[in-house]
T-cell receptor
């Protein structure tokens, strides 16, 4: 059974719309992350959270907003979608942010038309 | 800033031959390096990790040694199998203790019969 659940697996959106990507982990981890993978930039760090606090944000655009309603949740809201946002978005988690290697979820593949 | 370089985009080999995938890095922090493997349409999975200088680490027939003197963490295997065909990423834990990983561009390994 997958321990990091990402929903939906596939998502098609219209330019200008807004979507929320869901991520839940059942590993008891305290750190969670978002990464993006596209043809242009294979695996690009976006955000890290530790104990539900934002630790790092490498996303230039405010259109990307992480949301942590519970310790084991880290959703990603994307507004004003553009075709360039088309990518696979991976959620990941680790026990802590110090030395553990992140475990990745299966990803949400987003296509913006 | 921190960076990871993987020089080969594509490596094609015949089954049974040895392979070495190159990885060099730049950081001002104490280096912690990782190798992840990603099969088609799957999540990246941890293969190896190390922060210890000159100590070989092994997993599933793959091995790597962190050499701080040359800022390298090359991935090797003595005899590749068809199932090793995948995308391999080298990653560096970023400065700042936020849990961020900085990934190289990746090397696709194609193993032929």
């Amino acid at each position: 059974d997958p321990k990091i659940i990402q929903k939906p697996k596939y998502l098609v959106a219209v330019t200008g719309s807004e979507k929320i990507l869901i991520c839940e982990q059942y590993l008891g981890h305290n750190a969670m992350y978002w990464y993006r993978q596209s043809a242009k930039k294979p695996l690009e760090f976006m955000f890290s959270y530790s104990y539900q606090k934002l630790m790092d944000n490498q996303t230039a655009s405010s259109r990307f907003q992480p949301q942590s309603s519970k310790k084991n949740h880290l959703d990603l809201q994307i507004t004003a979608l553009k075709p360039d946002d088309s990518a696979t978005y991976f959620c990941a988690s680790s026990q802590d942010r110090h030395s553990q290697a992140p475990l990745f979820g299966e990803g949400t593949r987003l296509s913006v038309l | 800033g921190d960076s990871v370089t993987q020089t080969e985009g594509l490596v094609t080999l015949t089954k049974g031959l040895p392979v070495m995938l190159n990885c060099t890095y730049q950081t001002t922090y104490s280096p912690f390096l990782f190798w992840y493997v990603q099969h088609l349409n799957e999540a990246p999975k941890l293969l190896l990790k190390s922060s210890t200088d000159n100590k070989r680490t092994e997993h599933q027939g793959f091995y790597a040694t962190l050499h701080k003197s040359s800022s390298s963490f090359h991935l090797q295997k003595s005899s590749v199998q068809l199932s090793d065909s995948a995308l391999y990423f080298c990653a560096l834990r970023g400065t700042g203790n936020t849990g961020k990983l900085i990934f190289g561009l990746g090397t696709t390994l194609q193993v032929q019969p």
